[in-house]
């Protein structure tokens, strides 16, 4: 007899269940190996990237499994907010999705479709050729799949604030994510996600995401702006990311360990 299998909890589900805002960091290595570094780590859950990182279904697979083992709560990043790729990252195995650069309610509640079967939605159907069923060793996956999978969406434009709390109220929608520096750029504001204007846009997004019910949370890779973001209400938060963390610690050992102006070949011979 097959092994019958429960799925874990969705990141929506542990956002409900939580008495704290969750913490996490991205992952856009590509690598399973940070990936599985990452979910050690004692934060609550790990965005794998599919927008702005080196990653097809074949890495965030690699990933996925990687961070099976341990207790966090893996989120992926689609490139963008089609129907098919989410079919393809859904049958994957990903039951937390996240969906960049939403504008307005309507989109939200076509994404709403695309992660939901027919009768609520168009997701195409293909359990048990899927990882997402574990090929149909969970019980009951297609009639209970809608509870399987949670949606955040991404606000991440002046436009999008203004229309958060339509965005937040729409039914499935299951949290959302605001991006400080796409929406610094729609602001005329490029590269800087921290400037005063932005962070009230951030602010005024977290308030409208309340109004509606629906948890909501920022990327904030600086720790005072974490911290301001959470004390206005943020149910959770992304703190660093690999590649970041990775450029600046190497950038670290560099001015402890090379004199100012040294060469490559001479910061002193290594002795093995």
């Not at 990141?11 to 960091?25: E, I, N, S, W, Y």
């Not at 990252?89 to 509640?109: H, T």
């Not at 996600?193 to 909501?216: C, F, K, Q």
């Not at 703190?239 to 360990?257: C, K, N, Q």
Request: charged fraction near 15%.
């Amino acid at each position: 007899m097959p092994v019958r299998l429960t799925l874990p909890d969705t990141f929506a589900a542990r956002l409900a269940a939580a008495d704290r805002p969750l913490v996490g960091m991205w992952v856009c290595s590509g690598s399973p190996i940070m990936a599985e570094v990452a979910a050690g780590s004692g934060l609550d859950w790990v965005l794998i990237d599919a927008e702005h990182s080196p990653n097809g279904l074949e890495s965030i697979l690699a990933q996925l499994y990687a961070v099976s083992a341990y207790p966090v709560a893996p989120v992926v990043r689609v490139p963008f907010g089609d129907a098919v790729v989410i079919k393809q990252v859904l049958d994957l195995g990903a039951q937390n999705l996240l969906v960049p650069m939403v504008d307005s309610a309507e989109q939200a509640r076509e994404l709403v479709r695309a992660v939901r079967y027919p009768g609520a939605g168009i997701r195409g159907v293909g359990a048990s050729l899927a990882r997402s069923s574990r090929w149909n060793r969970v019980p009951g996956y297609l009639a209970g799949a809608s509870s399987a999978v949670s949606l955040t969406v991404q606000i991440e434009s002046a436009a999008a604030v203004e229309a958060a709390e339509e965005i937040a109220a729409v039914d499935g929608v299951d949290a959302v994510f605001i991006g400080p520096a796409d929406l610094a750029a729609s602001m005329g504001l490029l590269g800087q996600p921290g400037h005063p204007d932005v962070s009230a846009a951030v602010i005024r997004a977290l308030e409208a995401a309340a109004r509606a019910g629906t948890p909501a949370g920022v990327n904030a890779f600086v720790p005072e702006e974490a911290d301001r973001y959470l004390a206005a209400g943020a149910a959770f938060v992304a703190v660093g990311a690999d590649v970041a963390i990775v450029a600046r610690a190497s950038e670290a050992l560099a001015d402890r360990f090379i004199a100012p102006g040294a060469g490559a070949g001479e910061a002193g011979a290594a002795s093995y």
